[in-house]
């Protein structure tokens, strides 16, 4: 090797970056002691942006394009080196490439279930779970905050702090909310929303956001899902005696054709054949009446509600109007009001019955008919 090769290899004079690791969200560009040739070229390609540390300190920040590194698009490393605009010397500089694009399709979820009171159910469990995604918004804040000296930081290293911050604003939001569980399901693009916006400001400061976050699942424990399903088992029945009958001859047919069974088969089938035979030809038994269901427990009693308005009492109001009022804004969550039983008068959105109504929307409309 020529002196000259030699003195030529010890100065860069391309600099750029291609990644294919699709997780890397920060790059060092290594110089393995080689110092930046005056004049070197640049290339920041979408979805990147180049900065520069200057023995020890954030300098330049480069957003997409092809730059020459000269004092004159270098403004505060020509400050902290007090270049002047004869400087033609190479420089030694850490360059770090930044990933701005949207990492897509990252997982998060509850890890312990959630304790919150049900309106229906009384203080009940639930799990949730989704995915969200990050994008890098100041590359400079977030090679200070979070990246500092970090030759490859990758993806798997923040997501579970974001996971965390997600997970307990959720919890907040969902315990609060005063949804029923079984109408979460409908106000979930809601409820990402509102989880997006209560940790933005924190998010921000690491130098992200979210342009994502999607719920996918809202869960009951699995005891409470099989009380469900008998539930709704048992209204699928319809009429019990029926059902029993028709039940004792699917018994009947699978206790006949398994083989196995031998003659205790056979004669099981046999005397529960006999047992409906009688049951069904026996006129008594056909028209005794049927024992009549027991009346259902009255209706609760409904709050109703008074409002203060400049000086006067109006009312009194149902949680139905007051909600009607709410989408027409002549309630807001200011609005005094007071219901017999209550100490005084409170603010609106102070009451726990009625600050759901300023909390969550109402799902989309049905689309009309035809």
């Known amino acids: 090797m020529g002196i000259l090769d030699f003195l030529s290899g010890q100065f860069i004079d391309v600099i750029h970056w291609t990644d294919d690791s699709r997780d890397t969200m920060v790059w060092r560009f290594e110089r393995e002691g ?97 995915t969200y995604s990050v994008k890098v918004s100041d590359a400079a804040l977030f090679m200070r905050e979070i990246v500092g000296t970090d030759g490859e930081f990758t993806m798997d290293e923040i997501s579970f702090q974001i996971r965390n911050i997600i997970v307990q604003e959720f919890s907040r939001v969902i315990a609060g909310s005063g949804i029923p569980v079984l109408d979460m399901a409908a106000n979930t693009a809601d409820f990402s929303k509102l989880v997006t916006k209560a940790i933005d400001a924190t998010i921000k400061s690491y130098g992200l956001s979210i342009p994502e976050l999607y719920i996918e699942n809202i869960s009951l424990p699995p005891a409470v899902e099989q009380a469900l399903d008998k539930r709704t088992s048992m209204g699928l029945a319809g009429d019990l005696n029926k059902f029993s009958q028709y039940s004792a001859a699917e018994a009947m047919t699978a206790a006949a054709n398994n083989p196995s069974g031998g003659g205790m088969a056979e004669g099981l089938g046999m005397g529960m054949g006999m047992a409906m035979a009688n049951q069904m030809n026996n006129p008594w038994t056909q028209r005794q009446p049927q024992a009549a269901p027991p009346a259902p427990p009255p209706p609760p009693v409904e709050h109703v509600w008074h409002i203060a308005e400049n000086g006067q009492t109006k009312g009194p109001f149902s949680k139905a109007d007051l909600g009607r009022m709410v989408s027409e804004k002549s309630v807001t969550r200011d609005t005094m009001v007071w219901t017999p039983g209550q100490d005084g008068w409170m603010k609106a959105d102070d009451v726990q019955e009625l600050a759901q109504l300023f909390t969550v929307m109402p799902p989309p409309p049905p689309p009309p008919a035809g």
Request: avoid cysteine; charge should be neutral.
């Open 34 to 130: 080689h110092e930046i040739k005056y004049g070197a070229k640049l290339t920041v390609r979408e979805g990147q942006t180049a900065v520069f540390v200057h023995e020890g300190q954030l300098a330049d920040v480069f957003t997409p394009g092809l730059y020459m590194l000269e004092t004159n698009n270098m403004p505060i490393m020509t400050t902290l080196q007090s270049w002047d605009h004869g400087f033609q010397s190479p420089f030694k500089s850490e360059i770090y490439f930044v990933n701005t694009t949207r990492f897509s399709d990252l997982k998060w979820g509850t890890k312990n279930p959630i304790m919150l009171r049900d309106p229906e159910f009384g203080p009940t469990r639930i799990r949730a779970f989704g």
